[in-house]
């Protein structure tokens, strides 16, 4: 810190020592918004896959049941046409 030879150097040097710490402030408090930011994106980002992985499930688990559910219809088809056989 330079020597002060009067109440205004005194506060001319304070001043700037507040402009330099309100800009650093200023620098962390940005940097920490947009390390905030990309957080969220992350965040997202894998909510929306363990959404897509959630749709694929089902998907999947839709197929499975339409076919077990053809199967089954045409186990009653099978069962109708034999008993209509037993009473022609």
Known sequence: MPPLSSNTRYAEVV??????????T???M???LFSMIATLFGAAERGAN???SLAKWAEEETADFEK???????AKLIAIKAELKQVS
Do not use: L, P
Request: proline residues 0%.
């Open 15 to 24: 001043d700037t020592s507040f402009n330099k710490q309100r800009s650093t």
């Open 26 to 28: 200023m620098i962390q």
């Open 30 to 32: 940005f940097s920490n």
């Open 50 to 52: 363990a959404i897509d």
């Open 68 to 74: 077990t559910a053809a199967v089954q219809r045409q």
